[in-house]
């Protein structure tokens, strides 16, 4: 298949599919401490005009793996109570195969060959992410294992603004500190803020690409030629 007939999200991210992930531990450790929450926001692109949107989220509270350290400074950050039975909290595998499933239904959707994790300072939570695969006996995560799009820094790039809640401003989007270290608010709003950036860029010209833009051009102006030669003759 050509790069023209592929899909713009295929095209945009050269066959990756950009998923957003936040997660909320129990310390920093991705090999000792618990991983407690989890959510994977699907991105979607209008391949009319190819801005990318939110499409869905997918949110877990999990239980600490066997023997996992739980820091109580961690645990007093996030207000998270592990032991509180309301949570609902599924293991580690359940989470994972859920998300791992829906990411491969939204790559097969539009012709994506592999994911790549979106979040923000993303090496933690690739991390976290890829130390609770192995521990899952998951052979085969559809996420890169180590590349990443880190929106910290995409936003230091774009925006000036490192920290989510203060990038998020800086993007008019609205943030409410309350809601913060939530794996689902969190990830929503470092979706929304991905999508600004990626989208903005757009608007001021940076995509497509000029060389592709005009390579597209030319091509379209051959075919369109050599339509007219047929219908002459």
């Known amino acids: 298949m050509s790069d023209t007939q592929k899909s713009l999200f295929a095209q945009r991210f050269r066959g990756y599919l950009p998923v957003v992930i936040d997660v909320e531990t129990a310390g920093f450790n991705a090999a000792t401490d618990a991983l407690l929450e989890i959510a994977a926001s699907i ?4 391949e009319t005009t190819g801005l990318l949107s939110l499409k869905e989220t997918l949110h877990f509270h999990v239980n600490p793996f066997e023997g996992a350290n739980l820091e109580p400074a961690a645990l007093e950050f996030t207000g998270i109570d592990p032991t509180n039975p309301l949570r609902g909290a599924v293991d580690e595998d ?59 820094t995409l936003s230091g790039l774009a ?15 609205e943030f409410d500190n309350r809601e913060a270290h939530s794996a689902l608010y969190d990830t929503e709003k470092t979706a929304e803020l991905f999508c600004y950036i990626v989208n903005r860029w757009q608007e ?30």
């Open 43 to 46: 991105l979607q692109m209008d």
């Open 94 to 152: 359940v989470a994972l195969k859920a998300i791992f499933k829906a990411v491969r239904k939204a790559m097969k959707a539009v012709g994506c060959q592999r994911a790549i994790m979106v979040a923000h300072n993303a090496a933690f939570d690739l991390g976290f992410v890829n130390a609770a695969t192995e521990r899952a006996s998951i052979k085969r995560s559809p996420f890169h294992p180590f590349v990443t799009f880190d929106t910290a």
């Open 159 to 173: 925006l000036g603004q490192t920290v989510l809640a203060k990038a998020a401003v800086a993007a008019n989007l």
């Open 204 to 233: 001021l010209g940076g995509w497509p690409l000029p060389e592709v833009a005009a390579e597209e051009a030319g091509e379209a102006e051959n075919a369109e030629q050599k339509q007219n030669e047929s219908d002459s003759e």
